[in-house]
Protein backbone atom coordinates (compact mmCIF):
# COMPACT_ATOMS: atom_id res chain seq x y z
CA UNK A 1 0.00 0.00 0.00
CA UNK A 2 1.31 3.49 -0.49
CA UNK A 3 2.92 5.95 1.92
CA UNK A 4 -0.20 7.88 3.67
CA UNK A 5 0.49 11.45 2.86
CA UNK A 6 -0.56 14.53 5.04
CA UNK A 7 -4.11 13.93 6.65
CA UNK A 8 -2.04 14.96 10.09
CA UNK A 9 -5.34 16.65 11.73
CA UNK A 10 -7.52 13.69 10.79
CA UNK A 11 -4.95 11.33 11.90
CA UNK A 12 -4.70 12.82 15.22
CA UNK A 13 -8.50 12.78 15.87
CA UNK A 14 -9.02 9.05 14.78
CA UNK A 15 -6.54 7.77 16.95
CA UNK A 16 -7.94 9.95 19.86
CA UNK A 17 -11.73 8.60 18.79
CA UNK A 18 -10.27 5.11 18.81
CA UNK A 19 -8.81 5.12 22.00
CA UNK A 20 -11.51 7.33 23.74
CA UNK A 21 -12.81 4.71 26.30
CA UNK A 22 -16.07 4.79 24.90
CA UNK A 23 -18.02 3.69 21.93
CA UNK A 24 -17.95 5.91 18.49
CA UNK A 25 -19.74 6.74 15.89
CA UNK A 26 -17.53 8.48 13.02
CA UNK A 27 -18.95 9.88 9.66
CA UNK A 28 -16.33 10.57 7.20
CA UNK A 29 -17.14 12.48 3.85
CA UNK A 30 -15.83 14.18 1.07
CA UNK A 31 -16.03 14.18 -2.64
CA UNK A 32 -15.48 11.37 -4.84
CA UNK A 33 -11.79 10.80 -5.49
CA UNK A 34 -10.30 12.49 -2.09
CA UNK A 35 -8.73 9.68 -0.32
CA UNK A 36 -11.40 8.91 2.52
CA UNK A 37 -10.99 4.91 1.77
CA UNK A 38 -6.84 5.44 1.57
CA UNK A 39 -6.84 6.64 4.50
CA UNK A 40 -9.44 4.63 7.30
CA UNK A 41 -7.26 1.62 5.67
CA UNK A 42 -4.14 2.44 5.81
CA UNK A 43 -4.46 4.34 9.20
CA UNK A 44 -6.35 0.88 10.23
CA UNK A 45 -4.54 -1.56 8.83
CA UNK A 46 -3.77 -3.63 10.98
CA UNK A 47 -6.93 -3.42 13.86
CA UNK A 48 -9.81 -3.78 11.57
CA UNK A 49 -12.30 -6.06 13.16
CA UNK A 50 -14.81 -5.62 10.39
CA UNK A 51 -15.03 -3.68 6.76
CA UNK A 52 -17.10 -3.87 3.66
CA UNK A 53 -17.59 -1.66 0.87
CA UNK A 54 -20.80 -1.35 -0.30
CA UNK A 55 -21.09 -2.22 -4.51
CA UNK A 56 -22.02 1.14 -5.95
CA UNK A 57 -25.69 0.63 -7.84
CA UNK A 58 -25.72 -2.68 -6.40
CA UNK A 59 -29.00 -4.69 -5.88
CA UNK A 60 -29.80 -5.95 -2.31
CA UNK A 61 -28.92 -9.47 -3.04
CA UNK A 62 -25.59 -8.09 -4.65
CA UNK A 63 -24.96 -6.58 -1.29
CA UNK A 64 -26.14 -8.96 0.71
CA UNK A 65 -23.01 -11.30 -1.45
CA UNK A 66 -20.47 -8.74 -0.40
CA UNK A 67 -21.28 -8.70 3.63
CA UNK A 68 -20.71 -12.82 3.50
CA UNK A 69 -17.52 -12.19 1.65
CA UNK A 70 -15.98 -9.58 4.16
CA UNK A 71 -17.46 -11.22 7.21
CA UNK A 72 -15.65 -14.83 5.68
CA UNK A 73 -12.51 -12.76 5.45
CA UNK A 74 -13.04 -11.32 8.98
CA UNK A 75 -14.15 -14.54 10.75
CA UNK A 76 -13.07 -17.01 9.18
CA UNK A 77 -16.50 -18.65 9.26
CA UNK A 78 -18.44 -19.04 6.56
CA UNK A 79 -22.28 -18.00 6.97
CA UNK A 80 -25.45 -17.70 5.47
CA UNK A 81 -26.59 -15.84 3.19
CA UNK A 82 -28.73 -13.33 5.44
CA UNK A 83 -32.18 -11.95 3.90
CA UNK A 84 -32.48 -8.96 5.43
CA UNK A 85 -30.01 -6.46 7.10
CA UNK A 86 -31.46 -7.10 10.19
CA UNK A 87 -30.19 -10.37 10.45
CA UNK A 88 -26.65 -9.36 9.07
CA UNK A 89 -25.79 -7.45 11.51
CA UNK A 90 -27.02 -9.94 13.93
CA UNK A 91 -24.30 -12.23 12.35
CA UNK A 92 -22.07 -9.62 12.39
CA UNK A 93 -22.58 -9.19 15.96
CA UNK A 94 -21.72 -12.61 16.90
CA UNK A 95 -18.43 -12.28 15.19
CA UNK A 96 -17.77 -9.25 17.15
CA UNK A 97 -18.57 -10.25 20.70
CA UNK A 98 -15.04 -12.06 20.31
CA UNK A 99 -13.63 -8.98 19.15
CA UNK A 100 -14.39 -6.59 21.91
CA UNK A 101 -13.30 -8.67 24.60
CA UNK A 102 -9.43 -8.43 23.31
CA UNK A 103 -7.88 -5.27 25.44
CA UNK A 104 -7.37 -3.41 22.02
CA UNK A 105 -9.68 -0.82 19.49
CA UNK A 106 -12.12 -2.75 17.57
CA UNK A 107 -12.79 -0.98 14.59
CA UNK A 108 -15.95 -1.48 12.04
CA UNK A 109 -15.65 -0.04 8.78
CA UNK A 110 -18.68 0.71 5.96
CA UNK A 111 -17.60 2.31 2.76
CA UNK A 112 -19.78 4.13 0.75
CA UNK A 113 -22.04 3.33 2.59
CA UNK A 114 -25.50 5.05 1.06
CA UNK A 115 -24.85 2.20 -1.80
CA UNK A 116 -26.06 -0.65 1.00
CA UNK A 117 -29.19 1.66 1.76
CA UNK A 118 -30.77 0.06 -1.33
CA UNK A 119 -34.89 1.05 -2.05
CA UNK A 120 -36.55 -0.79 0.57
CA UNK A 121 -33.49 -2.11 2.15
CA UNK A 122 -34.10 -1.51 5.87
CA UNK A 123 -30.47 -0.45 6.01
CA UNK A 124 -30.72 2.61 7.72
CA UNK A 125 -32.94 0.95 10.60
CA UNK A 126 -31.11 -1.92 10.99
CA UNK A 127 -28.04 -0.25 11.44
CA UNK A 128 -29.48 2.45 13.93
CA UNK A 129 -31.10 -0.70 16.06
CA UNK A 130 -27.35 -2.63 15.84
CA UNK A 131 -25.53 0.84 17.26
CA UNK A 132 -28.59 1.44 19.50
CA UNK A 133 -29.09 -1.39 20.76
CA UNK A 134 -25.40 -3.20 21.18
CA UNK A 135 -22.58 -1.21 20.06
CA UNK A 136 -23.31 2.15 21.22
CA UNK A 137 -22.29 -0.03 24.77
CA UNK A 138 -18.90 -1.55 23.88
CA UNK A 139 -16.53 0.90 25.01
CA UNK A 140 -13.14 -0.09 22.81
CA UNK A 141 -15.88 -0.06 19.49
CA UNK A 142 -15.18 2.46 16.78
CA UNK A 143 -17.82 2.26 14.11
CA UNK A 144 -16.39 4.41 10.64
CA UNK A 145 -18.90 4.98 7.88
CA UNK A 146 -17.64 6.50 4.79
CA UNK A 147 -19.64 7.50 1.40
CA UNK A 148 -19.01 9.84 -1.82
CA UNK A 149 -22.00 10.54 -1.42
CA UNK A 150 -21.73 13.80 0.48
CA UNK A 151 -25.14 14.92 0.22
CA UNK A 152 -26.43 11.59 1.46
CA UNK A 153 -24.45 11.33 4.23
CA UNK A 154 -25.66 14.72 5.81
CA UNK A 155 -29.40 14.08 5.38
CA UNK A 156 -29.19 10.56 6.17
CA UNK A 157 -26.50 9.68 8.18
CA UNK A 158 -25.30 12.53 10.25
CA UNK A 159 -28.51 14.61 10.12
CA UNK A 160 -31.06 11.65 10.25
CA UNK A 161 -34.33 12.19 12.03
CA UNK A 162 -34.56 8.02 12.35
CA UNK A 163 -32.96 5.49 14.88
CA UNK A 164 -29.33 7.42 13.42
CA UNK A 165 -30.76 10.71 15.31
CA UNK A 166 -27.74 12.17 17.32
CA UNK A 167 -26.06 8.80 17.12
CA UNK A 168 -22.94 10.30 15.17
CA UNK A 169 -20.38 11.02 17.67
CA UNK A 170 -17.53 12.88 15.67
CA UNK A 171 -17.96 13.79 11.50
CA UNK A 172 -14.72 14.32 9.47
CA UNK A 173 -15.17 16.48 5.83
CA UNK A 174 -11.91 15.11 3.95
CA UNK A 175 -10.39 18.25 2.08
CA UNK A 176 -8.41 17.79 -0.91
CA UNK A 177 -4.88 18.06 -0.41
CA UNK A 178 -2.73 21.20 0.51
CA UNK A 179 -0.01 22.87 -2.01
CA UNK A 180 2.23 21.43 0.73
CA UNK A 181 0.65 17.86 0.35
CA UNK A 182 0.53 17.80 -2.95
CA UNK A 183 3.98 18.42 -2.88
CA UNK A 184 4.89 15.36 -0.35
CA UNK A 185 2.83 13.19 -2.68
CA UNK A 186 4.73 13.67 -5.74
CA UNK A 187 8.15 13.98 -4.23
CA UNK A 188 6.96 10.24 -2.47
CA UNK A 189 6.32 8.99 -6.17
CA UNK A 190 10.32 10.29 -7.21
CA UNK A 191 8.78 13.40 -9.68
CA UNK A 192 11.31 16.22 -9.75
CA UNK A 193 9.36 18.91 -10.38
CA UNK A 194 10.09 22.24 -9.65
CA UNK A 195 7.08 24.55 -7.45
CA UNK A 196 5.87 26.27 -10.39
CA UNK A 197 4.91 22.82 -12.26
CA UNK A 198 3.58 21.44 -8.80
CA UNK A 199 1.15 24.78 -9.21
CA UNK A 200 -0.29 24.54 -12.45
CA UNK A 201 -0.89 20.46 -11.62
CA UNK A 202 -2.56 21.73 -8.63
CA UNK A 203 -4.70 24.52 -10.90
CA UNK A 204 -5.40 21.97 -13.48
CA UNK A 205 -6.33 18.76 -10.82
CA UNK A 206 -7.08 20.29 -7.76
CA UNK A 207 -5.48 18.00 -4.68
CA UNK A 208 -7.15 15.22 -5.64
CA UNK A 209 -4.96 12.14 -4.66
CA UNK A 210 -6.57 9.55 -7.02
CA UNK A 211 -6.10 12.55 -10.20
CA UNK A 212 -2.47 13.27 -9.15
CA UNK A 213 -1.80 9.12 -8.79
CA UNK A 214 -2.10 8.78 -12.67
CA UNK A 215 0.69 11.81 -12.97
CA UNK A 216 3.87 9.92 -14.98
CA UNK A 217 7.27 11.76 -13.17
CA UNK A 218 8.99 10.84 -16.78
CA UNK A 219 6.56 13.16 -18.64
CA UNK A 220 6.47 17.32 -18.07
CA UNK A 221 3.23 19.10 -17.01
CA UNK A 222 2.11 19.66 -20.54
CA UNK A 223 2.39 16.19 -21.77
CA UNK A 224 0.68 14.55 -18.72
CA UNK A 225 -2.14 16.90 -19.40
CA UNK A 226 -2.25 16.34 -23.02
CA UNK A 227 -2.59 12.78 -22.33
CA UNK A 228 -4.79 12.87 -19.71
CA UNK A 229 -7.38 15.22 -20.99
CA UNK A 230 -6.83 15.61 -24.69
CA UNK A 231 -5.17 12.08 -25.82
CA UNK A 232 -7.24 9.09 -27.47
CA UNK A 233 -7.28 7.49 -23.91
CA UNK A 234 -8.37 10.84 -22.23
CA UNK A 235 -8.91 9.20 -18.82
CA UNK A 236 -9.87 13.28 -16.48
CA UNK A 237 -11.79 13.66 -19.65
CA UNK A 238 -14.49 10.82 -18.74
CA UNK A 239 -14.52 11.12 -15.24
CA UNK A 240 -16.37 14.49 -15.30
CA UNK A 241 -19.91 12.90 -15.53
CA UNK A 242 -18.64 9.87 -13.53
CA UNK A 243 -17.87 12.68 -10.29
CA UNK A 244 -21.12 13.69 -10.43
CA UNK A 245 -23.16 10.83 -11.07
CA UNK A 246 -21.08 9.29 -8.14
CA UNK A 247 -21.63 12.77 -5.46
CA UNK A 248 -25.32 13.40 -7.02
CA UNK A 249 -28.73 11.34 -7.53
CA UNK A 250 -29.85 13.99 -10.06
CA UNK A 251 -26.41 15.23 -11.08
CA UNK A 252 -27.93 17.39 -14.26
CA UNK A 253 -29.01 20.53 -12.61
CA UNK A 254 -25.78 20.43 -10.53
CA UNK A 255 -23.67 19.99 -13.61
CA UNK A 256 -25.87 23.17 -14.83
CA UNK A 257 -25.37 25.33 -11.27
CA UNK A 258 -21.39 24.42 -12.12
CA UNK A 259 -21.54 25.31 -15.49
CA UNK A 260 -23.01 28.55 -14.63
CA UNK A 261 -20.31 29.37 -11.80
CA UNK A 262 -17.61 28.14 -14.58
CA UNK A 263 -18.20 31.25 -16.82
CA UNK A 264 -18.22 33.88 -13.84
CA UNK A 265 -14.79 34.64 -12.32
CA UNK A 266 -15.84 36.31 -9.34
CA UNK A 267 -19.30 33.88 -8.74
CA UNK A 268 -23.02 34.94 -8.70
CA UNK A 269 -25.22 36.13 -6.42
CA UNK A 270 -28.29 33.47 -5.57
CA UNK A 271 -30.61 35.76 -7.60
CA UNK A 272 -27.96 36.22 -10.33
CA UNK A 273 -27.63 32.19 -10.26
CA UNK A 274 -31.24 31.88 -10.88
CA UNK A 275 -31.82 33.87 -13.56
CA UNK A 276 -28.68 32.69 -15.52
CA UNK A 277 -30.62 29.16 -14.78
CA UNK A 278 -33.67 30.68 -15.67
CA UNK A 279 -35.46 29.04 -12.54
CA UNK A 280 -37.24 30.29 -9.03
CA UNK A 281 -35.73 30.66 -6.36
CA UNK A 282 -36.28 28.06 -3.93
CA UNK A 283 -35.45 25.73 -0.72
CA UNK A 284 -34.20 22.93 -3.68
CA UNK A 285 -32.00 25.14 -4.90
CA UNK A 286 -30.63 25.69 -1.46
CA UNK A 287 -30.15 22.25 -0.67
CA UNK A 288 -28.12 21.97 -4.52
CA UNK A 289 -25.95 24.50 -3.57
CA UNK A 290 -25.03 23.83 -0.07
CA UNK A 291 -24.18 20.14 -1.53
CA UNK A 292 -22.20 21.71 -3.86
CA UNK A 293 -20.67 23.25 -0.39
CA UNK A 294 -20.17 20.40 1.18
CA UNK A 295 -18.47 19.01 -1.75
CA UNK A 296 -15.65 21.34 -2.43
CA UNK A 297 -17.21 21.93 -5.11
CA UNK A 298 -17.69 25.70 -4.99
CA UNK A 299 -17.51 28.03 -1.94
CA UNK A 300 -20.18 30.73 -0.53
CA UNK A 301 -18.67 34.14 1.18
CA UNK A 302 -20.55 36.40 2.15
CA UNK A 303 -20.48 40.59 1.28
CA UNK A 304 -19.61 43.36 2.95
CA UNK A 305 -21.45 46.55 2.16
CA UNK A 306 -21.69 48.30 5.54
CA UNK A 307 -21.38 45.23 7.72
CA UNK A 308 -20.79 41.42 6.40
CA UNK A 309 -23.89 40.22 5.01
CA UNK A 310 -24.65 36.68 4.47
CA UNK A 311 -27.84 37.02 2.92
CA UNK A 312 -26.50 38.33 -0.42
CA UNK A 313 -23.75 35.54 -0.44
CA UNK A 314 -21.41 35.12 -3.84
CA UNK A 315 -20.99 31.16 -4.55
CA UNK A 316 -17.66 30.76 -6.45
CA UNK A 317 -16.81 27.33 -8.53
CA UNK A 318 -13.47 26.28 -6.46
CA UNK A 319 -13.15 22.66 -7.82
CA UNK A 320 -10.03 23.26 -9.90
CA UNK A 321 -10.77 20.26 -12.08
CA UNK A 322 -14.53 21.19 -13.03
CA UNK A 323 -13.02 24.36 -13.70
CA UNK A 324 -10.35 23.15 -16.10
CA UNK A 325 -12.78 20.85 -17.92
CA UNK A 326 -15.12 24.00 -18.16
CA UNK A 327 -12.63 25.76 -19.69
CA UNK A 328 -10.75 23.53 -22.03
CA UNK A 329 -12.48 20.71 -23.00
CA UNK A 330 -15.26 22.78 -25.00
CA UNK A 331 -12.71 24.31 -26.90
CA UNK A 332 -10.39 21.33 -27.81
CA UNK A 333 -12.28 19.34 -30.05
CA UNK A 334 -10.11 16.43 -31.45
CA UNK A 335 -6.92 18.56 -30.79
CA UNK A 336 -4.53 15.29 -29.29
CA UNK A 337 -2.02 17.83 -27.96
CA UNK A 338 -4.14 20.96 -27.44
CA UNK A 339 -1.95 21.86 -24.33
CA UNK A 340 1.45 21.63 -25.65
CA UNK A 341 0.09 23.98 -28.47
CA UNK A 342 -1.88 26.70 -26.70
CA UNK A 343 1.55 27.08 -23.88
CA UNK A 344 1.42 30.73 -23.51
CA UNK A 345 -1.66 31.91 -25.52
CA UNK A 346 -4.27 34.65 -23.84
CA UNK A 347 -6.94 31.59 -22.94
CA UNK A 348 -4.04 30.07 -20.93
CA UNK A 349 -2.73 33.00 -19.49
CA UNK A 350 -6.43 34.34 -18.19
CA UNK A 351 -6.90 30.67 -16.65
CA UNK A 352 -3.57 30.84 -14.95
CA UNK A 353 -4.58 33.98 -13.23
CA UNK A 354 -7.74 32.90 -12.74
CA UNK A 355 -7.10 29.61 -10.83
CA UNK A 356 -4.08 31.00 -9.02
CA UNK A 357 -6.41 33.47 -7.31
CA UNK A 358 -8.56 30.47 -6.35
CA UNK A 359 -5.39 28.21 -4.92
CA UNK A 360 -4.66 31.75 -2.42
CA UNK A 361 -8.62 31.21 -1.86
CA UNK A 362 -7.31 27.87 -0.60
CA UNK A 363 -4.18 28.58 1.62
CA UNK A 364 -5.98 31.38 3.28
CA UNK A 365 -4.39 29.72 6.86
CA UNK A 366 -0.71 30.00 4.97
CA UNK A 367 -1.36 32.92 3.73
CA UNK A 368 -2.77 34.56 7.48
CA UNK A 369 1.03 31.91 9.19
CA UNK A 370 3.05 34.64 6.51
CA UNK A 371 1.76 37.68 7.41
CA UNK A 372 1.84 36.41 10.83
CA UNK A 373 -2.07 37.10 11.87
CA UNK A 374 -2.58 33.22 12.31
CA UNK A 375 -3.27 34.02 15.98
CA UNK A 376 -5.13 37.30 15.14
CA UNK A 377 -9.43 36.46 14.86
CA UNK A 378 -9.57 37.20 10.64
CA UNK A 379 -12.71 37.19 8.17
CA UNK A 380 -11.64 36.75 4.51
CA UNK A 381 -13.86 37.42 1.77
CA UNK A 382 -13.61 38.92 -1.54
CA UNK A 383 -15.21 41.94 -2.85
CA UNK A 384 -16.99 43.99 -5.69
CA UNK A 385 -18.64 47.30 -5.86
CA UNK A 386 -21.94 48.36 -6.46
CA UNK A 387 -23.31 51.09 -9.07
CA UNK A 388 -19.93 51.61 -10.66
CA UNK A 389 -18.59 51.17 -14.17
CA UNK A 390 -16.50 49.28 -14.50
CA UNK A 391 -16.90 47.37 -11.93
CA UNK A 392 -13.91 47.28 -8.81
CA UNK A 393 -12.87 43.97 -7.50
CA UNK A 394 -10.69 42.98 -4.52
CA UNK A 395 -9.54 39.67 -4.85
CA UNK A 396 -9.24 39.37 -1.22
CA UNK A 397 -10.07 41.12 2.15
CA UNK A 398 -8.80 40.03 5.43
CA UNK A 399 -10.47 41.85 7.99
CA UNK A 400 -8.88 41.25 11.23
CA UNK A 401 -9.45 41.92 15.15
CA UNK A 402 -6.29 44.39 15.65
CA UNK A 403 -8.05 47.14 13.37
CA UNK A 404 -6.29 46.34 10.16
CA UNK A 405 -7.56 44.71 7.26
CA UNK A 406 -5.07 43.72 4.43
CA UNK A 407 -6.67 44.58 0.68
CA UNK A 408 -5.08 41.52 -1.28
CA UNK A 409 -3.91 41.61 -5.17
CA UNK A 410 -3.61 38.44 -6.35
CA UNK A 411 -1.17 38.37 -9.56
CA UNK A 412 0.34 35.11 -11.49
CA UNK A 413 3.53 35.81 -13.24
CA UNK A 414 6.16 33.63 -14.65
CA UNK A 415 8.58 35.93 -13.38
CA UNK A 416 8.93 38.80 -10.76
CA UNK A 417 5.95 40.68 -10.89
CA UNK A 418 6.36 44.19 -12.27
CA UNK A 419 3.61 47.06 -10.83
CA UNK A 420 2.64 49.50 -13.61
CA UNK A 421 1.48 52.85 -13.58
CA UNK A 422 -2.10 51.44 -14.44
CA UNK A 423 -2.20 49.30 -12.26
CA UNK A 424 -1.24 51.48 -9.27
CA UNK A 425 -3.91 53.94 -10.11
CA UNK A 426 -6.42 50.98 -10.04
CA UNK A 427 -5.27 49.49 -6.94
CA UNK A 428 -6.03 53.14 -5.67
CA UNK A 429 -9.13 53.35 -7.01
CA UNK A 430 -9.79 50.00 -5.57
CA UNK A 431 -9.40 51.05 -2.02
CA UNK A 432 -10.86 54.14 -2.12
CA UNK A 433 -14.24 52.58 -3.70
CA UNK A 434 -14.26 49.76 -1.01
CA UNK A 435 -13.70 52.45 2.20
CA UNK A 436 -16.58 54.62 0.30
CA UNK A 437 -18.83 52.04 -0.04
CA UNK A 438 -18.44 49.71 2.86
CA UNK A 439 -17.94 52.59 5.58
CA UNK A 440 -14.70 50.83 6.68
CA UNK A 441 -12.49 52.65 9.57
CA UNK A 442 -9.91 50.53 10.14
CA UNK A 443 -6.51 50.80 8.87
CA UNK A 444 -5.95 48.97 4.85
CA UNK A 445 -2.83 47.70 4.18
CA UNK A 446 -2.01 46.99 0.38
CA UNK A 447 -1.21 43.29 0.32
CA UNK A 448 0.59 41.69 -2.63
CA UNK A 449 1.06 37.63 -3.47
CA UNK A 450 2.82 36.82 -6.93
CA UNK A 451 4.12 34.00 -7.65
CA UNK A 452 7.93 35.09 -7.94
CA UNK A 453 7.97 38.38 -5.79
CA UNK A 454 8.19 41.67 -6.78
CA UNK A 455 10.59 43.62 -8.76
CA UNK A 456 12.23 46.86 -7.12
CA UNK A 457 10.42 49.80 -9.25
CA UNK A 458 8.48 53.08 -9.40
CA UNK A 459 5.41 51.26 -7.86
CA UNK A 460 7.24 48.83 -5.72
CA UNK A 461 6.21 50.38 -2.49
CA UNK A 462 2.03 50.06 -3.01
CA UNK A 463 2.35 47.23 -1.04
CA UNK A 464 2.77 46.99 2.88
CA UNK A 465 3.78 42.93 2.14
CA UNK A 466 4.34 41.05 -0.18
CA UNK A 467 3.83 37.03 -0.30
CA UNK A 468 5.50 34.55 -2.82
CA UNK A 469 4.43 31.03 -3.95
CA UNK A 470 6.76 29.68 -1.45
CA UNK A 471 4.29 31.35 1.45
CA UNK A 472 2.13 28.69 0.30
CA UNK A 473 3.24 25.47 0.43
CA UNK A 474 3.80 26.56 4.02
Not at 271 to 277: N, R
Request: net charge neutral; proline share 2%; hydrophobic share 35%.
Amino acid sequence: MDTLIGREPEIRLLKEYTTSGHAEFVAIYGRRRVGKTFLVKSLFENSLAFSMTGIINGKMSEQMEAFVDALLDFSGNAVEKPRTWMEAFRQLKLHLKSEVKKNKPCVLFFDEVSSMDTQRSGFLRALGYFWNSWASMQSNLTLIVCSSATSWMIKHVINDKGGLHDRVTHEIHLHPFTLKETEQYLISRNFQWDRMSILKTYMSLGGIPYYLGMLRSNESFAMNIDRLFFSENEELRREYRRLYSTLFDSPDSYIAIVGELAKMRSGLTRDELCSKLKIQSSGTLSDKLEDLVNCDIIRKYPVREKKIKTTSAIYQLTDFYSLFYHIFIPRAEAETNYWTNHIGTPEVNTWCGLCFEKVCMAHVNQIRQALHIDRIATKFYSWRSKGESPKAQIDMVLERADGVSNIVEIKFSETEYAQQNDESLKLRRRINLFRQQTGAKETLWPTLITTYGLKEGMHSDDFVSVLTLDDLFA
